[in-house]
């Protein structure tokens, strides 16, 4: 019986072998389930409406603006989801883009512009309706970690993901400890793990190393929290400077 063998080409005594690419599809596939689905819930592009249904939630929101959580949430939503989605995709359909995920730091900056502009326009929106100066924080630490996330996006790939849940829950103990003088402790606890589930889902993705995830988390963290609090102090300055 004769052995039928594969023809390789040869270059002198090196054996070319042709790399096929895996698809996007492929790679997704192998992606375990569980970490992509806490990272799509947990995505950062959905923050800003968790956060202001935490408003609603553990403060006096649902009172002050009784029956108006739509009119506060349809615009979050539309800023902050809607319109970053929609300049992502055609992005992808320009070929500006490799990849809706946005694994490559080089996919990143175009987006990080449209969220950019897109808070902007949010915070215009607020400031036109003469909503309280913490409120408009929370909204100003999204933009500011933007712009610091963009920067970093230049020499290093910082998780965007932590940085979103970490900034959720630096705008969420900075109200409550700075505006409200409330202590939600199980709605932390529950915070935390969410964080904590984010966390090990992007290392179970391969996306990121602990450092960046640590690194992400700590500097949502911080910056939104001093945000808040800066905006908690200077509401109340310019309260007593119209009074």
Same mark, same amino acid.
């Given at each position: 019986?004769?052995?039928?063998?594969?023809?390789?080409?040869?270059?002198?005594?090196?054996?070319?072998?042709?790399?096929?690419?895996?698809?996007?599809?492929?790679?997704?596939?192998?992606?375990?389930?569980?970490?992509?689905?806490?990272?799509?819930?947990?995505?950062?592009?959905?923050?800003?409406?968790?956060?202001?249904?935490?408003?609603?939630?553990?403060?006096?929101?649902?009172?002050?603006?009784?029956?108006?959580?739509?009119?506060?949430?349809?615009?979050?939503?539309?800023?902050?989801?809607?319109?970053?989605?929609?300049?992502?995709?055609?992005?992808?359909?320009?070929?500006?883009?490799?990849?809706?995920?946005?694994?490559?730091?080089?996919?990143?900056?175009?987006?990080?512009?449209?969220?950019?502009?897109?808070?902007?326009?949010?915070?215009?929106?607020?400031?036109? #309706?003469?909503? /309280?100066?913490? !409120? &408009?924080?929370? $909204? @100003?630490?999204?933009? =500011?970690? %933007?712009? *610091?996330? +963009?920067?970093?996006?230049?020499?290093?790939?910082?998780?965007?993901?932590?940085?979103?849940?970490?900034?959720?829950?630096?705008?969420?103990?900075?109200?409550?400890?700075?505006?409200?003088?409330?202590?939600?402790?199980?709605?932390?606890?529950?915070?935390?793990?969410?964080?904590?589930?984010?966390?090990?889902?992007?290392?179970?993705?391969?996306?990121?190393?602990? #450092?960046?995830? /640590?690194?992400? !988390? &700590?500097?949502? $963290? @911080?910056?939104?929290? =001093?945000? %808040?609090? *800066?905006? +908690?102090?200077?509401?109340?300055?310019?309260?007593?400077?119209?009074?």
């Amino acid at each position: 019986m004769i052995e039928e063998k594969e023809d390789l080409p040869l270059v002198g005594e090196t054996v070319i072998r042709k790399k096929i690419p895996v698809s996007s599809k492929q790679a997704t596939e192998k992606e375990p389930l569980l970490p992509r689905i806490i990272s799509i819930i947990l995505h950062p592009l959905l923050m800003g409406a968790y956060g202001v249904a935490l408003l609603f939630l553990y403060t006096d929101f649902n009172l002050l603006f009784a029956g108006q959580f739509i009119r506060f949430m349809s615009p979050v939503v539309f800023f902050t989801c809607i319109v970053p989605l929609t300049g992502i995709y055609f992005l992808r359909k320009a070929g500006l883009i490799e990849s809706y995920k946005l694994t490559e730091r080089q996919d990143r900056l175009l987006p990080y512009i449209i969220v950019f502009f897109a808070y902007v326009l949010l915070i215009y929106y607020f400031y036109a #309706a003469k909503l /309280y100066v913490w !409120f &408009l924080s929370t $909204l @100003v630490a999204p933009l =500011i970690l %933007v712009v *610091i996330t +963009a920067i970093i996006n230049g020499f290093w790939k910082i998780s965007a993901h932590m940085i979103g849940i970490g900034c959720l829950i630096g705008c969420t103990l900075s109200v409550c400890y700075n505006v409200k003088g409330v202590n939600p402790f199980f709605l932390f606890i529950i915070l935390f793990i969410l964080a904590g589930c984010l966390g090990v889902s992007r290392l179970a993705l391969g996306r990121h190393t602990p #450092a960046q995830v /640590y690194a992400g !988390f &700590l500097l949502g $963290l @911080v910056v939104s929290y =001093i945000c %808040v609090w *800066i905006g +908690a102090y200077w509401g109340i300055l310019l309260f007593l400077k119209n009074v």
